[in-house]
């Protein structure tokens, strides 16, 4: 090689020796600063988990317990016609050993779960960072949990996704894998793990889904299961058919890539066609009432309830129980109409591949799930007049200018950030009869219904909130609120007592009463219109509701004697204290109580209570327990028939001409009784009727009592949901009107006790001196003073 061909000693220009070219100098900068991050995080996380371990390790819940899991025969609970409205316990579950669990089935959950599952000690630390290099990326969320954490989470810790809850999680995890086998907790996820469908574990799974025995699995089937862990209702097979299969075919993929299965039984797998076994849903309409036979039982049995397979039988119509849910749900959603736009429920941040939207939506969508028809949905594009949304079905639709009402400016640039809808919204919506969506609000308002026969006590319906999904709390039995004026009714029983008549005559003029306390104000009640009449028949001021009649009347019975007399309805005289501010209905009640108290006029003076169980039987079908209904004698009276003959006299007026006319009105027969109630700043909303064979009581108010609008009241909140509920409960039943008990006469159309109808009885209550706001107005008792106090502030009342 010549001189020339030798390569050349002496650096080029371009390149000097010992140098890096720039761009490596250029990345190895950032690439350093990020190894230093990453190791620094590394040591933070150590040092932080050996911290937790320390602190924390010590008070972990003991595990020792989960190697003698062993499955629950649920507690089921049934309508009085059969219908199967709940079950409690473990629900759907069909313990079955890990030895008889397929493998094609365990190999399927691992490839898409946990792949290194007989690999880490509880925390698989490579998942952990492959996680949260997915993470970092805007492919899709992408968790860390391993079996063994998901087996501590499902059985020892709570929903809410917290840092705290994480730590605990992962030490649980690390403490189950010391006491456990390997194969003991994958025993113990798959058939803890819920998956849709009411179905818990995989081998009621299968049955639910397929409709056979989980030891005839196939590979398809099996690799569908094991989808349904992560989200059961997005990817339900049934409900979402499309994103479902994606997601089956995703994990076959896995079971090939992790060696589970060969390329073979891949391709016949890939194209398998699922058939599928469709059930009718259990009916979700009676949730509540289930949910008071649940604790009914726990009450007496204590937690075998829910372990010696219990079958619970009620007094539950579904006929009437399906009318009162509709009757409620409808009512509540008319009210919140008329309520302003209060926003999206939540954002999601949706990622610019459409490929990974659907995925994101469903993820999003699990902590909001439908109710009945008000469906949850995520707006991909939002215009002035248009929002296209996805729901958790995957269906896109398009909601125009007509369906777009309930959100006001939202779609502006006028509307605040948490107001406004935009890519990402999380969103309410409905159909119309005729097929067209329409942006619909979850209410904020509660509501209760109930209602039982008069004659046994059976509790025929009950509705104690619009979604049980999202408010357990049952306003039918839990709800003590302040019943208003659908109480003066047992204020004018006890005056009936008293020598007073439907014809009494009464006063309607303004009442001034000086608490007599230094700096405190007076207490000056109104009228619910705020105009005066004057006198007036104690008939006509039940009803118009005049508040400054039903004030009169209990200072003239006495305080103390109507707060005994209201016991004899089942009321509490300490929840109702002897003060005048009882005439408007300002103790406590439960709209339970209040049906039970209005069954005694239905029924002619019985005391009767509420009953929910009929009959126990075990498994077995041997019986239990049987409850039966009393038959109504006079042991059970507690008031004299006439007294309840005329208050349902009187209640009559209140549908035919009073506050409540609407009813016979729409209804069309005089046989309806019944009083509506307001209370003070109209923060609760009565109305509590009944025939001769069925009392109904409807409550609609916010949990945290707040003013439900100026113009809102029981006539025109709860009564419309009482007569949508009697149109079906009283189709095809005759009039029938109770017949006159002896004692009473009937003297010139108007109804009086026998010894009265002479004009024996208060013909009138005299003129008081606190009429007409008068410059000495008579001084409260003592007793009324603290009760103005206490109760009101010096506020006025205003109770229709």
């Known amino acids: 090689m010549s001189e020339k061909q030798q390569p050349s ?30 190791l620094a995080g590394a040591v933070s996380v150590v040092l932080l988990a050996g911290l937790g371990l320390a602190v924390a390790y010590p008070n972990l819940p003991e595990v020792r317990g989960l190697a003698d899991y062993r499955p629950k025969i649920p507690l089921r609970v049934y309508s009085s016609d059969g219908v199967l409205i709940g ?112 179905a818990y574990g995989f081998a009621a799974a299968c049955d639910t889904y397929f409709g056979k025995p989980l030891a005839e699995i196939t590979v398809a089937e099996a690799a569908m299961l094991a989808g349904l862990p992560k989200a059961p209702s997005a990817y339900n097979p049934v409900r979402n058919p499309k994103r479902a299969t994606l997601r089956q075919q995703y994990i076959i993929d896995r079971m090939l890539d992790n060696g589970f299965i060969t390329t073979d039984q891949h391709d016949a797998a890939k194209a398998e066609v699922l058939r599928y076994r469709t059930k009718a849903p259990i009916p979700t309409h009676a949730d509540y009432a289930a949910e008071a036979a649940r604790l009914l039982m726990h009450e007496q049995y204590g937690p075998e309830a829910y372990t010696r397979g219990l079958n619970v039988y009620t007094s539950i119509d579904m006929v009437e129980q399906t009318a009162a849910w509709r009757a409620l749900r409808k009512g509540l959603l008319d009210y919140d109409r008329r309520q302003p736009w209060r926003g999206p429920q939540g954002y999601v941040d949706l990622p610019q591949d459409p490929k990974l939207v659907d995925v994101r939506v469903a993820e999003a969508l699990e902590d909001h799930p439908d109710s009945e028809g008000n469906r949850a949905a995520v707006v991909l594009q939002a215009e002035p007049r248009q929002i296209v949304a996805v729901l958790q079905s995957g269906e896109q639709i398009v909601i125009g200018p007509d369906g777009l009402r309930a959100v006001g400016q939202a779609l502006t640039d006028k509307a605040s950030p948490k107001h406004q809808i935009r890519r990402g919204a999380i969103i309410r919506v409905n159909r119309t009869a005729e097929g067209n969506w329409f942006v619909q609000q979850l209410p904020e308002v509660e509501g209760a219904f109930v209602s039982l026969d008069p004659r046994t006590g059976l509790i025929n319906a009950m509705v104690g909130g619009f979604d049980f999904k999202r408010n357990k709390f049952n306003h039918v039995t839990q709800a003590w609120r302040q019943p208003g004026s659908s109480f003066k009714p047992f204020i004018y029983s006890a005056a009936l007592e008293k020598g007073f008549t439907p014809a009494t005559m009464v006063n309607d003029a303004p009442l001034f009463f000086d608490t007599g306390v230094t700096g405190s104000q007076p207490w000056e009640p109104k009228n619910y219109d705020g105009k005066y009449e004057g006198p007036m028949t104690l008939r006509r001021g039940l009803a118009k509701s005049k508040n400054m009649i039903s004030i009169r009347v209990l200072k003239s019975v006495g305080t103390r004697y109507a707060q005994d007399w209201v016991t004899r309805f089942g009321f509490d005289a300490e929840k109702h204290p002897a003060y005048l501010t009882m005439a408007l209905g300002a103790g406590s009640v439960t709209p339970l109580q209040m049906a039970g108290a209005y069954a005694v006029f239905a029924n002619g003076g019985y005391r009767v209570n509420p009953m929910l169980v009929t009959r126990v039987t075990d498994n077995r079908g041997t019986v239990l327990a049987v409850n039966r209904p009393t038959p109504l004698d006079e042991r059970m009276r507690t008031i004299d028939a006439r007294n309840a003959f005329v208050m349902t006299s009187l209640l009559q007026e209140v549908t035919r001409s009073g506050t409540a006319a609407k009813a016979q009105a729409t209804l069309k027969r005089p046989d309806l009784y019944g009083k509506t109630g307001t209370t003070n700043d109209s923060m609760d909303a009565w109305f509590a009727g009944y025939t001769t064979t069925n009392v109904a009581v409807v409550w609609i108010g916010f949990d945290q009592p707040r003013k439900l609008g100026d113009r809102e009241t029981g006539g025109g909140l709860a009564l419309p949901v009482w007569i949508e509920f009697m149109g079906t409960a009283l189709r095809n039943a005759p009039v029938a009107e109770p017949s006159a008990p002896e004692g009473v006469v009937n003297m010139g159309g108007e109804w009086f006790y026998e010894e009265y109808a002479a004009g024996s009885g208060v013909r009138e209550l005299a003129p008081d001196a606190a009429d007409g706001r008068p410059s000495a107005p008579p001084a409260p008792t003592a007793e009324e003073k603290r009760g103005i106090l206490d109760m009101f502030g010096g506020e006025g009342q205003k109770q229709p």
Do not use: C
């Open 9 to 38: 000693s002496t650096p080029s220009p371009s390149a000097p020796r010992g140098r890096r070219p720039w761009w490596v100098t250029w990345l190895i900068k950032p690439v350093a600063v990020l190894m230093g991050l990453v």
């Open 87 to 198: 079950e409690f316990g473990e629900e759907k579950r069909q313990f079955t050993p890990i030895r008889a669990i397929p493998k094609v089935m365990r190999d399927a959950v691992l490839a898409i779960e946990d792949a290194r599952f007989y690999q880490h000690g509880g925390v698989d630390y490579i998942g952990v960072l492959r996680a949260g290099l997915a993470n970092f990326g805007e492919s899709r969320s992408q968790g860390a949990s391993t079996i063994t954490m998901q087996v501590a989470r499902n059985f020892y810790l709570p929903t809410e996704k917290t840092f705290t809850r994480k730590i605990y999680e992962i030490l649980l995890a690390i403490k189950i894998e010391r006491q456990l086998s390997k194969d003991q907790i994958l025993e113990l996820y798959m058939n803890q793990i819920y998956l849709g469908q009411r």
